[in-house]
């Protein structure tokens, strides 16, 4: 087809062509005073983004998945029992990561489309039993992104102090770092983990965490055993500028150049502009007469949202219809919610027109597949949103001009 194609699913996201740009370069010595340098310059900035002043950046050439086993392994030892609330199809799998490592995962079910509840979490660790059976962490993925519901880390945190428990807070940002406002310090995360392909714009390759002080002592004093992900030799390689293996050098440039971006942008206004881009698409939704899978509007999601099609609609039709029309890529339905529902991503490098451009697509392939879309009510919806979003910005600054 001529034209771009959209990528609209919530990740891999679309690299802009500063990052491309950064990266589109011979490959360099990574033992070379150049790397090194890069290196060492390189780590404080991304700690910007997690909002850690105290936690050290570990980075590995992998996936998220990659990142859930690093922040496990390093800090907890098979037998040792986690507390995980599965809500959707990431949640399942972090904690089928953790059994698989041999440990302990106590899984409390909710509704896919629910957040984490933290009055549940309060509850769950005053029952815990203490002692050496006690959990040794709690596992919370910040925005499910098979569901697009964003849970509320601060309350969780909240809920462990609450209830006087000192498990270990690890938490996956890997749909909302970047994306949607995340304050690890603030919150006394101990381990944050993400992935390179969502918010930070980067390709898929580079698995991200951030871990804290005691998550580092946990680290040093215990885990699983462990070679390649044992983060406390890539730390002490790191104070060099150096890694004890060889690293993803053109996506270390790549994220270089990302980091730049983000922090030229400055992190609330990313944070704003992903707010403005997922109200538009939820007046879309709201103009289409369809559903959002989330339950609660507190925790819609920033960057991304999941829509219900109508009962004897196979999402996966109105995929096929977007793609094949309109190359139009959609994220499926995951897990339990396949041919339910299907994802707009609507995070990474993106604007208003972008979006536009991809909801004036999804009305059409709705249309094609039998849904009773009015053509252009969805559009005109995040237009008007989109209006009333760049007035409230600019309503301050006109203000203080005056």
């Known amino acids: ?222 885990g699983s055993r462990r070679n390649f992900w044992d983060w406390n030799r890539i730390i002490a390689d790191n104070a060099t500028g150096f890694y004890p293996y060889t690293p993803a050098t053109l996506l270390l440039f790549g994220l270089r150049e990302a980091v730049t971006m983000l922090l030229e942008e400055g992190l609330d206004d990313v944070f704003g502009r992903h707010e403005r881009l997922a109200s538009g698409v939820r007046a879309a939704v709201d103009a289409w007469g369809l559903k959002n899978l989330c339950e609660d509007p507190s925790e819609v999601s920033n960057s991304l949202t999941a829509v219900v099609t109508p009962d004897g609609i196979d999402s996966g039709e109105v995929m096929k219809i977007a793609r094949e029309r309109y190359d139009l890529a959609l994220g499926v339905g995951l897990g339990r919610i396949r041919g339910k529902v299907f994802r707009i991503g609507h995070l990474g490098a993106l604007n208003e027109l972008e979006v536009l451009g991809t909801l004036g697509g999804v009305e059409m392939a709705l249309a094609e597949a039998g849904v009773p879309v009015e053509l252009g009510s969805g559009v005109a919806a995040a237009q008007r949103s989109f209006v009333a979003g760049r007035q409230a910005v600019a309503t301050p600054v006109a203000a203080a001009s005056r």
């Not at 360099?28 to 991304?46: M, N, T, W, Y």
């Not at 690093?70 to 953790?98: K, Q, S, W, Y």
């Not at 462990?160 to 938490?171: E, P, R, Y």
């Open 1 to 222: 087809m001529s034209g771009r194609p959209f990528l609209q699913i919530p990740g891999p996201t679309n690299v802009p062509d500063r990052i491309l740009r950064a990266m589109d370069r011979p490959v360099v010595d990574h033992r070379s005073p150049e790397f090194g340098q890069l290196v060492k310059a390189l780590l404080p900035d991304v700690a910007k983004v997690f909002k850690s002043e105290t936690g050290k950046v570990v980075l590995y050439p992998a996936s998220g998945t990659g990142a859930w086993e690093a922040a496990l392994v390093n800090t907890l030892a098979p037998g040792d029992r986690v507390l995980i609330f599965n809500n959707g199809h990431f949640a399942t799998l972090f904690a089928e990561a953790a059994r698989n490592l041999g440990i302990e995962v106590d899984e409390v079910p909710l509704r896919w489309g629910q957040g984490v509840p933290a009055d549940l979490v309060e509850v769950k660790l005053r029952a815990d039993a203490g002692g050496a059976a006690a959990y040794k962490a709690v596992l919370v993925v910040h925005n499910e992104t098979s569901t697009g519901v964003t849970s509320d880390v601060l309350a969780v945190r909240k809920a462990l102090d609450a209830a006087g428990h000192d498990a270990l807070l690890i938490v996956d940002t890997v749909s909302s770092l970047a994306s949607i406002d995340f304050r690890m310090d603030e919150w006394r995360v101990d381990v944050t983990l993400t992935g390179s392909q969502k918010g930070l714009m980067l390709p898929p390759g580079m698995a991200l965490l951030c871990v804290g002080p005691r998550a580092l002592e946990a680290g040093q004093s215990g």
